[in-house]
């Protein structure tokens, strides 16, 4: 597509409750990235996927955030049990390589009430 | 512990005036980027400077690099209203072993019609 999809837009979910968040890359990106954002805060990174590993998954907070790639292609990040400290925006991000500057989606702002 | 580091956290300014905006950052770097905020969603990718590289312009932004003092700075020319936004910059850290960027606070512009 003609940028970083990513759905749903927003996201109300009651504590306890599983989400899962979609992304769609740029057709062709490799690398694809997924950051959080509390409200007035900066980037925190997440995991990183190249092509369908992740080799980095060391910004992933607990063991109740997952996330997967398949086809080299789509990304979905999985929060179990989600917690009030979970809201945030769910940003994600596709490059050519990982030497170049990232495209970014408009996000998904969850809120777990 | 943060990477880069935005300074001013915020800024205002009147249209037509320049606005400058500073990067500082820790550890030896491949590349800096600068990425712009609307409204709390996606970030746009700005500009990418290279480690060999000192400045770096396009259109109204003029970027610098001094990696001896490990510090960047981003200059809005002629602001405008419309780039009233928040902007990041971001490093790619060398021999981190992950191929990630690491993002800072942000620097707040209001452009005061």
């Known amino acids: 597509g003609a940028g970083v999809s990513q759905s749903p837009s927003n996201k109300v979910t009651e504590k306890g409750k599983d989400v899962e968040l979609r992304c769609d890359p740029i057709?062709?990106?490799?690398?694809l990235y997924w950051y959080r954002q509390s409200l007035g805060q900066g980037l925190e990174f997440l995991i990183y996927?190249?092509?369908?590993?992740?080799?980095?998954k060391s910004g992933l907070p607990s063991d109740r955030f997952s996330a997967e790639r398949t086809g080299g292609s789509v990304s979905t990040l999985t929060i179990q049990r989600t917690q009030q400290e979970d809201s945030a925006v769910y940003l994600c991000a596709s490059s050519l390589t990982v030497i170049y500057g990232y495209t970014f989606g408009s996000g998904t702002r969850l809120t777990v009430v | 512990s943060q990477q880069g580091e935005e300074d001013p956290q915020a800024l205002s300014i009147q249209e037509g005036e320049n606005a400058t905006m500073n990067c500082s950052y820790k550890?030896?770097?491949?590349?800096l980027q600068w990425y712009r905020q609307n409204s709390g969603r996606g970030l746009v990718h700005l500009i990418l400077i290279r480690s060999n590289e000192r400045e770096k312009h396009s259109g109204r932004l003029r970027v610098t690099l001094d990696t001896s003092k490990k510090s960047s700075s981003l200059l809005i020319t002629a602001s405008r209203a419309a780039d009233t936004a928040s902007y990041f910059c971001?490093?790619?850290?060398?021999?981190?072993?992950?191929?990630?960027?690491?993002f800072g606070k942000g620097t707040k512009l209001s452009v005061i019609p």
């Open positions: 971001a490093t790619d850290v060398t021999g981190a072993g992950s191929y990630q960027l690491t």
């Open positions: 996927f190249q092509g369908n590993s992740a080799p980095d």
């Open positions: 550890t030896s770097i491949n590349n």
């Open positions: 057709s062709g990106h490799t690398a």
